[in-house]
C-alpha cells in the first residue's frame, strides 16, 4: 500500500491537522471596502429585484436567489487573474455579477429574452461568458465540480499557472462525483479550489439532517486534500483564505478545499417558503453577520464614507439594476429560429 | 496497404490524431501502461508519453467530467468507457453536460470530445458487460453516434470523430477487436453521418450496423448462392448523424426493408430507421419492414443461451427468404 504524504489516522482530532492553519483576514484598505461594497450591494439588490420581477410573473422557471450569501464570490473575485476560470451550479447569478457580466443579459436571460447572455434558451441556471472566464451556471447537482476538475486540466496541461474555482454547496457534497474529482484533482495535481459554500440547508433540509460529517473543511482528508473553514459572512476572511488557496493552486500543489460558512436568507427556490426552519433563526443571522452590513459599519466606523456617500453608492447600484430588469421586460422574445441553433454544428 | 486488425485499427486511429494536434489528450481506465483491457491502444502511452496519454482511476463520472471541462477549455479529449454497459453509471455526462453545452451557452462553450467504447455481445460476459447501447446515446439532442464495423472504418470515423467539434460517442464492437481487413497506408479521415453501400442488390435492403454487418454480408451471400434473392447491404456506420437518403434511395431500388440489430427490440434504432421509411417512402415498399433484433431480454452469459438471442446469419437468411414468400 502506497504511503500517503500527509499520514491521518482515523481519529478526529488527528484528521484535524490536515486543515491548513487558518490565515486572520487582514484588513481591507478603503478601497477594497467600497468595491467589496459595491460588488455586494450590487448582487443584493440584483437578487431582490430578481424575487420581484418573479413574483410579477415576469421570470419564471427556477430562481435561486443568493442573498446573504454575498462575500463568498466578491471576496474569492479578488483573488483571481485574467485566464483563470470559475463554474459553479445553479444559484448563479451572484456569480456571474461577481466575474463581471453585465447585469441587464445575465437579468435578461431571467426573463427569457433574446438579449440573455443564452438567448433565453439557458435561464437562470444556465448562462455562460467564456470572455470573463465563467463556464456556467449548470443545472445538475454536483456535476460541475468533475467540470471544473476538467477545466483545471486544461491548465495543467498548458503549463499555465491559471487556476479554477468549483463552487458547490453543502447539498451537492454530498453527490458521488465529488469525491471522484477530489481524487483525480489529488493524483494529478490539478489547480483547482473547491469551494463548499455551506449555507446550512441542502434545499430544505438541514446539514445535520443531510451530512454524517458535517464539517465540509474535511471531506477531502483521505484523498490529502487540504481544506479549512472560513467565516464567508467576512468577505476579509473570504479574501484572505482564498488568496492562500489559489496561490497553493498556482504553485502546483493540486487542489484545495474552502468551506465557506454562509447563509442563504431565502427559500432553496421561489417556490419554497422555508418552513423548515424559523423566521427567528434567518433574522438573527441577517442581525447579526450581514455580509453588506458589516462592511457598511466598518466603512462608517474608519470615517471613510459618509451616509450621504454611501446613499449616492446605492442610488448607483439601483440604476444599474433597475436598467437591467428594464432591458429584460422589454427586450423582445427570441426567435423561434433559436430553436435549432447552437445543437449540433 | 496492410491487413489491420479492427483492435489495431483503434491505436493506429488514435495516433494518426495525437500526432496531427497536440490537443488530443487520451484518458480511461488502464489504456496507458496497460495498453487497455482490450489491448486496444497498445503503444500509445510509450509513443505519447504520460502527459497525454493517462490511466484514470476507476471513475467515470470524473473522466467525462474532466474531458469535458478540457474540452471547453480548447483540448480535444478522447476518453475510454471501458465497458459501453458503463455509460450507465456516467449518464448524466452523456446525456445532460455534454450535448447541451453548445444550446445552453449561446454557442461559447463547445464540447469536442470523443467518448470511445466497447461495446456489444459474444464474449459471454453476462447481462452487464455485453449490451449494444447506441440507442441510449442516439436518442439524445445534441450528440453524434458512431459504430463502426471495419478496421478502416475504425480509423477513418474516428479521426472525423477527434476533429468535429461537437461531442462524439464511438462505439467499438467487442467481438470485432478481432477480425482484420484491408487498410491503406497514409492518413486516412472519413466523414460523420455517411452510409456505405457495402453489397449492392436489387432484392432486398439490409440495414445494419457494427458486428451485424458481416454477418448480414455472409447472409447476402447465401441468399444469393441458394436462394436467389439478391439483397443490397447498407452499413449505417452513424446513427447521428443518419444517411437517410442512402437508405432512402436503397429502399427505392429495392422496394423491401429489413434491419438487423443487436439492441433489445423496444426502441431499437432500427424502429427509427422503419418509421423513417415508412414516413417518407411508404409507396417505395412492396411490403412490411421487417425489424430483426435481439429480443427484449437482459443478456445470459451462457454461450448457448447468447448465441440464441443475438441475430445470426442464419435468422437474417430465414426471415429474409420468408418474408420475400420464396
Avoid at chain 1, 418552513?275 to 441577517?286: A, D, F, G, H, L
Wanted: with cysteine; glycine share 10%.
Amino acid at each position: 500500500m502506497a504511503v500517503a504524504k500527509k499520514t491521518q489516522a482515523a481519529s478526529p482530532a488527528a484528521a484535524r491537522s490536515a486543515s491548513a492553519d487558518k490565515v486572520k483576514p487582514a484588513d481591507f484598505s478603503k478601497e477594497q471596502e467600497l468595491q467589496a461594497y459595491r460588488d455586494m450591494l450590487l448582487i443584493r439588490r440584483f437578487e431582490e429585484k430578481a424575487g420581484q420581477m418573479y413574483g410579477m410573473g415576469l421570470i419564471g422557471g427556477f430562481c435561486h436567489l443568493y442573498i446573504g450569501q454575498e462575500a463568498v464570490v466578491t471576496g474569492m473575485q479578488m483573488t483571481l487573474k485574467k485566464g483563470d476560470q470559475v463554474i459553479t451550479g445553479y444559484r448563479d447569478h451572484g456569480h456571474m455579477l461577481a466575474c463581471g457580466m453585465d447585469a441587464k443579459g445575465v437579468m435578461a436571460e431571467l426573463t427569457g429574452r433574446r438579449g440573455g447572455y443564452s438567448k433565453g434558451k439557458g435561464g437562470s441556471m444556465h448562462m455562460f461568458s467564456v470572455e470573463k472566464g465563467f463556464f456556467g451556471g449548470h443545472g445538475i447537482v454536483g456535476a460541475q465540480v468533475s467540470l471544473g476538475t476538467g477545466l483545471a486540466f486544461t491548465n495543467k496541461y498548458r503549463k499555465t499557472d491559471n487556476v479554477c474555482l468549483t463552487y458547490f454547496g453543502d447539498g451537492a457534497a454530498n453527490q458521488g462525483q465529488v469525491y471522484e474529482s477530489f481524487n483525480m484533482a489529488e493524483l494529478w495535481k490539478l489547480p483547482v479550489v473547491y469551494i463548499i459554500e455551506n449555507n446550512r440547508y441542502a434545499m430544505g433540509t438541514a446539514v445535520h439532517r443531510s451530512s454524517a460529517q458535517q464539517d465540509f473543511s474535511r471531506r477531502g482528508i483521505s484523498f490529502n486534500i487540504p481544506g479549512e473553514q472560513v467565516d464567508g459572512m467576512d468577505v476579509r476572511a473570504v479574501k484572505a483564505a482564498g488568496e492562500k488557496a489559489v496561490q497553493w493552486c498556482r504553485d502546483g500543489n493540486g487542489p484545495y478545499i474552502l468551506e465557506m460558512m454562509t447563509y442563504r436568507y431565502r427559500g432553496h427556490s421561489m417556490s419554497d417558503p422555508a418552513k423548515y426552519r424559523t423566521r427567528e433563526e434567518v433574522e438573527k443571522i441577517r442581525g447579526e453577520q450581514d455580509p453588506i452590513e458589516q462592511v457598511r459599519q466598518r466603512l462608517l466606523k474608519n470615517k471613510w464614507v459618509s451616509e450621504d456617500e454611501l446613499k449616492k453608492i446605492d442610488a448607483k447600484v439601483r440604476d444599474v439594476v433597475n436598467e437591467a430588469a428594464e432591458f429584460a421586460t422589454h427586450d423582445p422574445e427570441p426567435d423561434p429560429s433559436e430553436l435549432w441553433t447552437d445543437i449540433l454544428r | 496497404m496492410a491487413e489491420l486488425t479492427y483492435r489495431d485499427a483503434v491505436a493506429r486511429g488514435i495516433a494518426q490524431e495525437m500526432t496531427r494536434d497536440p490537443d488530443v489528450v487520451f484518458l480511461g481506465e488502464d489504456v496507458a501502461k496497460a495498453g487497455g483491457v482490450f489491448k486496444a491502444t497498445v503503444g500509445l502511452y510509450e509513443q505519447f508519453g504520460p502527459l497525454r496519454v493517462r490511466d484514470t482511476p476507476i471513475s467515470e463520472q470524473a473522466i467525462l467530467g474532466a474531458a469535458m471541462g478540457a474540452a471547453m477549455t480548447g483540448l480535444k479529449p478522447i476518453a475510454e468507457i471501458m465497458f459501453s454497459d458503463f455509460i450507465a453509471v456516467c449518464f448524466d455526462y452523456i446525456a445532460n453536460e455534454f450535448p447541451k453545452s453548445r444550446y445552453m451557452s449561446n454557442g461559447q462553450t463547445k464540447c469536442p470530445l470523443v467518448v470511445r467504447t466497447g461495446n456489444g455481445a459474444g464474449s459471454r460476459f453476462g447481462a452487464q458487460h455485453s449490451q449494444s447501447v447506441e440507442n441510449w446515446c442516439m436518442m439524445i439532442p445534441g450528440l453524434k453516434v458512431v459504430a463502426p464495423s471495419s478496421p478502416v472504418d475504425v480509423i477513418g470515423l474516428l479521426a472525423a470523430a477527434v476533429r468535429d467539434p461537437d461531442p462524439v460517442i464511438f462505439f467499438e464492437h467487442k467481438s470485432l477487436y478481432a477480425t482484420k481487413g484491408e487498410v491503406p497506408d497514409g492518413e486516412i479521415v472519413d466523414r460523420l453521418g455517411t452510409a456505405k453501400i457495402l453489397r449492392p442488390g436489387k432484392d432486398a435492403t439490409i440495414i445494419a450496423l457494427a458486428l451485424m454487418v458481416p454477418r448480414a454480408l455472409e447472409a447476402a451471400d447465401i441468399l444469393h448462392r441458394e436462394h436467389g434473392i439478391d439483397a443490397e447491404v447498407v452499413d449505417v456506420r452513424s446513427l447521428v448523424p443518419l444517411d437517410t437518403q442512402t437508405i432512402l434511395n436503397s429502399v427505392g431500388r429495392t422496394h423491401r426493408l429489413f434491419t438487423v440489430e443487436e439492441n433489445p427490440r423496444l426502441c431499437g434504432w432500427g424502429a427509427e430507421i422503419v418509421s423513417i421509411v415508412a414516413d417518407e417512402a411508404f409507396y417505395d415498399l412492396d411490403g412490411p419492414p421487417v425489424r430483426i433484433t435481439t429480443p427484449h431480454i437482459p443478456l445470459p452469459a451462457n454461450d448457448f443461451l447468447e448465441d440464441m438471442v443475438l441475430p445470426t446469419v442464419n435468422r437474417i437468411v430465414e426471415t429474409v427468404k420468408r418474408s420475400l414468400g420464396s
